[in-house]
């Protein structure tokens, strides 16, 4: 089994900035994509941003390019959400995924374990 755990939400005014963390634990992988996404009050979740093994390839949701950036460290088997000029709008339950292997894809059904989510409030 593997364990992710979300830190680093929080509330926040607009144009402000939220790191946030996913830590894995428990079974390892010789090499794993990881995914953020979120689940705004009353709407389905959605994408947000993957980021591949090496870290040589990262995808991001409509909505948060140029805003958003993905990061991972290997050593410590952590992915990091940077996200910055926050909206009203990015409002959610943030979760990150794991997928079992290496390639970054923008769907939920691509994903195999999955974090409790972390709560992000952005303030207008």
């Known amino acids: 089994q593997v364990q992710l755990v979300e830190s680093g939400g929080g509330l926040v005014q607009a144009g402000g900035s939220l790191r946030l963390s996913c830590a894995a634990s428990g079974r390892t992988f010789s090499n794993y994509a990881m995914g953020w996404f979120r689940q705004p009050p009353g709407k389905e979740r959605e994408f947000v941003a993957a980021?591949?093994?090496?870290?040589?390839?990262?995808y991001y949701g409509d909505s948060v390019k140029g805003r958003f950036t993905n990061s991972r460290d290997n050593a410590k088997n952590t992915v990091y959400l940077h996200m910055n000029s926050l909206k009203p709008e990015d409002t959610a339950i943030y979760y990150c995924a794991l997928r079992g292997i290496g390639t970054v894809v923008a769907v939920r059904g691509g994903y195999d374990y999955w974090g409790q989510g972390t709560q992000v409030t952005v303030s207008s």
């Open positions: 980021i591949s093994w090496r870290g040589g390839s990262t």
